[in-house]
């Protein structure tokens, strides 16, 4: 296994760790009947990440961003593996990051208050400043979204790591097959050498 395949590997486990702690508040909001109790732990626990220290969120945005940086530079081989494999695991991973910008960050501003959460930097532009204010059915609406949307990525991140795992089997497999058929033309070689 490789130096950017490692890469690959430990940035998607980060980001379904992360999935997989967001589930304490989301299934209550997805697989349950939804309670006001629901609703209030996932303020709470969203909004403890939205007020979070700005090198927390560059961690985050980090173990986002390089996943996809290492797919690319596996997919410069350009053989059949890396546009299959490599490829696939792109679009997954895209799709993830498209998912966190649209859904993510669209769904925390509204069902949170602006973050008071000082940082020298973002990548996100600011928003412009609402005009209504939210209802409360379309916070609470906007928190589901959230939820359905961690599952999605979830789901998408454990197809990167499952391509990216399959990609390593199927070189061990070829090169079990490539060290038989040596094996055997090495034999036959030496069969005509004795005769």
Known sequence: MGFTQSVVLGSCSFLLGMVFVCQVVDIPLLYMPVTDQAIENAYTFYGIWWESPGAVKALFHVALGLPLIALLVKLHKWNESAMFFDGSSIAMHLACIILYL????????????????????????????????????????????????????????????????????????????????????????????DQ
């Open 102 to 193: 649209t859904v993510h960050i669209q769904s925390l501003r509204t069902f949170l208050p602006e973050s008071t959460t000082l940082t020298t930097y973002s990548i996100l532009p600011t928003p412009p400043p609402r005009e209504i204010l939210p209802t409360e059915s379309e916070k609470v609406e906007a928190v589901r979204v959230l939820s359905a949307a961690n599952a999605l990525v979830g789901l998408l991140t454990l197809g990167v790591i499952g391509m990216q795992v399959g990609q390593e089997y199927a070189r061990r497999q070829e090169e079990k097959e490539q060290r038989e058929i040596d094996r055997k033309i090495a034999v036959q070689t030496e069969g005509k050498k």
